[in-house]
């Protein structure tokens, strides 16, 4: 069962290009998003995140949007680079706030940006 | 300032042994997570220590156990493998009232 799904195992695109990573869930009782970057031989990073109550959350060349009715959110990276070049996953949760919360993962989306 | 640190690296182990998986948290976080992400998958939740007792548990069998340590260290053991086991294990330190998850690089396990 899946709750969390990236439906595209890898994309690529041009230096300075924008970069959409897509995400859909099923479970409605989810409120709370967040995308991780994982390089080689190390542990997932924290990029960005949203919560229900929200819509759109930026941070720098990061935007998240998210669609509630459509259980769709999406990660814009603009403009790209080469050293965005990961494995992106998409992770939600039911509960906002708090680190008791365990995270759903979706399998990732690899991202290569060309030079 | 350490992050999260995790021992060993890489580990092959036989099908019927067991195994300990070691997690030291960043400095100022008291929770710990361990997740298990198989080849080509995301990470899947395990189960989460908090004061030394486990606060939730994802869909693991009971071969799947943990312990956390009054230093907020953990390990997680896992007896009699199975090939299925193999797959990378991250450990994950927060503090309790934060959301912010700290990932460890990982003890990749061979299972043959």
């Known amino acids: 069962d899946q709750q969390v799904k990236q439906n595209s195992p890898s994309l690529s695109v041009q230096e300075g290009r924008i970069s959409i990573l897509n995400c859909d869930y099923t479970n409605s009782m989810f409120d709370y998003f967040l995308w991780y970057k994982k390089y080689p031989a190390e542990g997932p990073t924290f990029l960005i995140s949203i919560s229900s109550i929200k819509d759109k959350n930026e941070d720098g060349r990061f935007t998240v949007f998210l669609n509630k009715s459509a259980k769709h959110l999406s990660l814009h990276i603009v403009p790209s680079q080469p050293g965005d070049s990961a494995v992106y996953f998409c992770a939600a949760s039911e509960g906002y706030g708090g680190a008791t919360n365990k995270l759903i993962f979706g399998t990732g989306t690899l991202l290569a940006v060309q030079p | 300032d350490a992050g999260v640190t995790q021992s060993p690296t890489h580990l092959i182990k036989t099908r019927g042994q067991q195994v300990t998986l070691r997690c030291s948290p960043k400095?100022?976080?008291?929770?710990v997570s361990w997740y298990q992400q198989a080849l080509g998958q995301g990470p899947q939740f395990i189960f989460q220590?908090?004061?030394?007792?486990?606060?939730q548990r994802g869909n693991f069998p009971d071969r799947f156990s943990g312990h956390q340590f009054p230093n907020y260290s953990s390990e997680l053991n896992v007896n009699a493998l199975l090939l299925g086991d193999s797959a990378l294990y991250l450990c994950?330190?927060?503090?309790?009232?934060?959301?912010?998850?700290?990932f460890g690089s990982g003890t990749r396990l061979t299972v043959v």
């Open positions: 994950a330190s927060s503090f309790s009232q934060n959301y912010g998850y700290t």
């Open positions: 400095s100022g976080h008291d929770t």
């Open positions: 220590y908090y004061e030394e007792e486990e606060r």
